[in-house]
Structures are given as C-alpha cells and as structure tokens.
C-alpha cells in the first residue's frame, strides 16, 4: 500500500531494458531522478566489437580519409598517420570495408595485385570513379596498423558465388592453391586471416545494385554462405537484415532468418538518424526505433532457434545521425552537439541489449558521415567522436539491467524518459560505469544514484560531452564540443549527480562488494 501510494507521487519509468518492456507510470512530478544499479543484475558480456566503425569507398573515406600516398601526413604505405592515430584513440575494434552501397558492384580482383594495373571503374552506387589503388591487401595491412579487426562484405548485388567464396581463398588459406598463390605472389606469403565476412549490403532496398526479393537474396546468400564456409570454416558470416524500414521489414528479417539459419552467425541492422523537423525532443527520441529494430529482430532470432539451436547475434553494422549532406558529393556531414547526444543514445541500446548485439559499426570512420574529418593539412574530431571515445575506452566489462525513475515527456503516443541510461561493471577495475544522456534542452536533473549490492567506493569520475548551444560545431581550428573530467565524491549507497541539460555524461565509479 505504501509502495502504491508513492508510486502515485510518481512518474514511475521502470526500466527492464534486457527484456524490453517500458512501463509508462502515474502521474505527478518527480523531484528527483532515481537511477539504481546493481552489479548481481547482469544482462551479458559487452562485446568490443560493438565499439567498430565502417569505411566505404565513398567520397573522400578511403581516399583522402583513409589513404592518401604523397601526403607529408601519410607513412610509407600511403597511409594518413594523423587518421590512424584518431582510429587508434576511438579504440576502434572491427572495421567493416568495402560498402555499403559501393559493394554491390565491387570485384575485388579489381583491387589486388601491380597497382598501375588495376583498371579504373565507374562506381554507380555514387557516382565516382574508383581506380582500385586500395583494396584487399591495402586494407588487411591499415587494420594491422590501427589494431582493429578487419571484417569484409561481399558483393551479393552483381557479383556471383565464386567471386566471394574465391576471396575468402585468396584472405585465408595458406599456399598451394590459385588464389592463395595469387596473394603469395603478390607479397603477402601469410594468410590474412579475415574472420568476419558479410553477405552483401542492404539488399532489401531499391536503391542497392542487385536488389532482391528476401527470397531470391535468401537463396543466393544461402549458396554462398555454405560455399564460403567450406573454403574456410571459422570464418563467421552476416546476413543482411533490414535497412528498409519502409518495406515489410519484419518479414525480410523472419525469411533471410530462416534461410540463413543453420549458416549466419549475426543478422545486419541498419538504422540513420535525424533531425529533418529541427526538433529537439523529437531528435533525442530518434533512436528509440533502432532499439525497437533490435527486440524485435531478437524475436526473430529466438524464432528461428527453436529449429536450430544455434546462436544468431545482431551486427549492428551501420548506424549514425545522416540527413543533411545526403546525395551530396561525399556526404561530409558536419555534426553539432545534439548529434553527439543521439550517438550515445544509440551506444546505450547497444549496451542495454548486450546479450544480442554483439557487434556495432558507425558508419563510418573518416570524413564520410564520420567522427574524424581530414583535409590535406590536417584533422579533427566531430563532436559524434566524444561519446564513441568514451564508450569504447571505458564501457567494459558487463553489461546491467538498469533501473532507472524519472520524468517522461509526451511524443506521440509514447512516454519518453528524459534520461536514456546505461550501465556495466567492470570486475577487473571493480568500477561500475554509468552513461547517461539528459534529453531535456533546458533543465539539469538531479538524480540519486544508488548502489543496491555493495557500496560506492568513494572518488568517482565523470566525463562530459556539452557544450553551451545544442547546435554547437567543431571545425579544423576549434573543439566547441568535447570530453571534459572532473572528479566528484561517491560514498556508501547513494550520491547524488545532477545531469545538466542536453548532455551525455559518463561516471565510473568504484563498487566494494
Ligand atoms: O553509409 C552510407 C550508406 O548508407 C551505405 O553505403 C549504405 O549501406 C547505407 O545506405
């Protein structure tokens, strides 16, 4: 009964994000926010590789991003050592090449062997011309150099079974047979070893050379899945699941599902966001369908286990804030401090739902709808870099099913939580790590954070991304939008953190058990 009656006083957002179910509450004010951790209450591992990026032969990504031979700012292989190093700070994990939409009309044949040999091609997916100076070997060795796993998709729009199972040949077996040679020959006498492969790139959508119905894509990559795996049986592959979301979606996930489902190891989920309407609280609660895309696909997935017993996780393998520099040449979007904000909303779903999104790619790295922008001079970091830098460097361990109480704002027929929380535990640091975005425009929210098993250790560290405007830029010579740390003391059960307005703030925090 009393419970009941401060419910009543309540806005009372329950938050069990590892099953999904969002209980809107009663009304009335909530003076203070509630956000309740527990290290016992565990969702499942993080995967690193949910901290990846995408690189697409696109604009100025590979070259000019990526790749820029004659550069005083690029090593011995042509390689821009300031991206690297920004690469190298993100913690970048797993980097999906070569498309995106460029895949589709893709041979990778085009892109081995002599360089001035390599023939130049129209690339119709945007318009450019590609003279295939960078391709297999170029990209292997970039990873081996940033660190970062490569994972390659192949063309399922005009190009055929061989093709891909040929590439995995020439990637991953040793010596003694045409393609494995072909790489020997042209210096790379060990095997690359490329793991994560996948089957093509949004072949749900019209605008995708080669785009298929889900049961003509079901049955070739089917084909090419099982010729693939028989060349190399480790390799782990990716259906292309849903990008379309005007489409019957649920229906090309449930069939590629099911075609693919003693082969796939994850299914793809693409998801953009933006702010078309410039509406700030409409923009902070973009991301809530990407999340949505993930339960339901997670049904899915449950559905097709029943028959096979095997596990099939999510890649979410492209998703970013994109809508101004659409279709325009290179689509170098520059991204503001709201941006920043709705990237970590999307890096919360992927720790919320750790137990089935094992792999996340913002598409993608450099200068196309990218955190790291390079001109010939030099590079800086967007304001999407901050929260990606954060998550990646510090968001490890376990993920926790996060209770979290706090004012909603109404958007159409939903409530929305002004604060989007996530949270993990840490065991070798014993450090509990709470991201949190505040989607109120003008109003901090105090907030008590309570540990129910165990206590706060005492010093706590926070960072932030804010800045004064919601439409705050960097560009080449300023950093408006970045990362600030302080320390601030977190003793006992409970402390009390009040999240400024329009800001994602990380606190790490010391738990003694
Ligand atoms: O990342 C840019 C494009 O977005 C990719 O080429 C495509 O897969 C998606 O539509």
């Known amino acids: 009964m009393q419970f009941i009656k401060k419910m009543k006083r309540r806005k009372l957002i329950v938050t069990i994000l590892c099953t999904g179910l969002l209980t809107g509450g009663l009304h009335a004010q909530t003076a203070k926010a509630r956000i309740k951790i527990d290290v016992e209450r565990q969702t499942d591992r993080i ?20 790749y820029e031979p004659g550069s005083p700012l690029s090593d011995g292989d042509g390689f821009r050592k300031d991206v690297l190093e920004a690469a190298k700070a993100l913690n970048t994990s797993i980097v999906r090449w070569p498309g995106g939409n460029f895949v589709s009309g893709y041979h990778w044949e085009d892109g081995v062997g002599v360089r001035e040999q390599r023939p130049v091609r129209i690339d119709l997916a945007w318009g450019f011309r590609e003279n295939n100076s960078f391709g297999t070997d170029e990209f292997v060795a970039w990873c081996r150099k940033a660190g970062t796993e490569p994972y390659f998709c192949v063309n399922l729009g005009t190009g055929t079974m061989d093709e891909s199972r040929n590439w995995v040949e020439y990637c991953n077996v040793e010596k003694g047979t045409y393609y494995s040679d072909l790489r020997v020959k042209n210096g790379y006498p060990l095997p690359h070893k490329v793991t994560y492969w996948g089957l093509g790139n949004e072949v749900d959508g019209p605008w995708q050379m080669g785009h298929k119905s889900a049961e003509d894509y079901g049955k070739m990559a089917l084909e090419t899945a099982k010729l693939m795996k028989w ?18 979606w649920t229906r090309w996930n449930r069939t590629v599902l099911d075609y693919l489902k003693n ?19 409409e923009f902070m609660a973009s991301t809530r369908f990407a999340e949505r895309a993930v339960k339901v696909t997670e049904g899915l997935i449950n559905e ?19 809508y101004r520099a659409r279709g325009e040449e290179g689509n170098e979007e520059v991204y503001n401090l709201e941006d920043a904000l709705v990237v970590a909303t999307y890096l919360n779903i992927f720790v919320r739902n750790a137990h089935i999104v094992k792999m996340a790619n913002m598409a993608q790295l450099v200068n196309v709808i990218a955190p790291i922008f390079s001109t010939p001079e030099g590079s800086w970091r967007q304001t999407i870099f901050y929260p990606l830098e954060l998550f990646a460097n510090h968001c490890h361990g376990t993920a926790l099913q996060t209770f979290t109480d706090c004012e909603t704002y109404r958007l159409r027929a939903e409530d929305i939580p002004y604060l989007d929380v996530s949270s993990a535990y840490n065991e070798e640091t014993r450090e509990v790590i709470i991201n949190v975005v505040n ?46 740390t302080k320390e601030v003391t977190a003793k006992g059960e409970k402390f009390t953190y009040s999240f400024p307005a329009h800001s994602y703030t990380m606190i790490k925090a010391e738990i003694r058990l």
């Open 439 to 484: 989607r109120s425009e003008n109003n901090a929210i105090a907030t008590d954070i309570i540990s129910q098993t165990g206590v706060f250790g005492g010093k706590a560290k926070v960072f932030e991304v804010n800045g004064q405007n919601i439409k705050d830029e960097n560009s080449a010579g300023k950093q408006t939008v970045q990362t600030k």
């Open 263 to 281: 082969h796939a190891d994850y299914i793809a989920l693409h998801h953009y966001a933006g702010n078309r309407n410039n509406k700030f609280d």
């Open 47 to 66: 995967d690193r590789m949910i901290y990846g990026n995408f690189v697409e032969h696109l604009g100025r990504c590979i070259y000019g991003g990526l």
């Open 304 to 322: 097709v286990r029943a028959k096979t017993n095997r596990n099939i996780y999510i890649a979410f393998d492209e998703y970013n804030v994109w």
């Open 231 to 248: 060349i190399d049986k480790d390799i782990k592959l990716v259906v292309s699941g849903s990008s379309n979301y005007g489409a019957d």
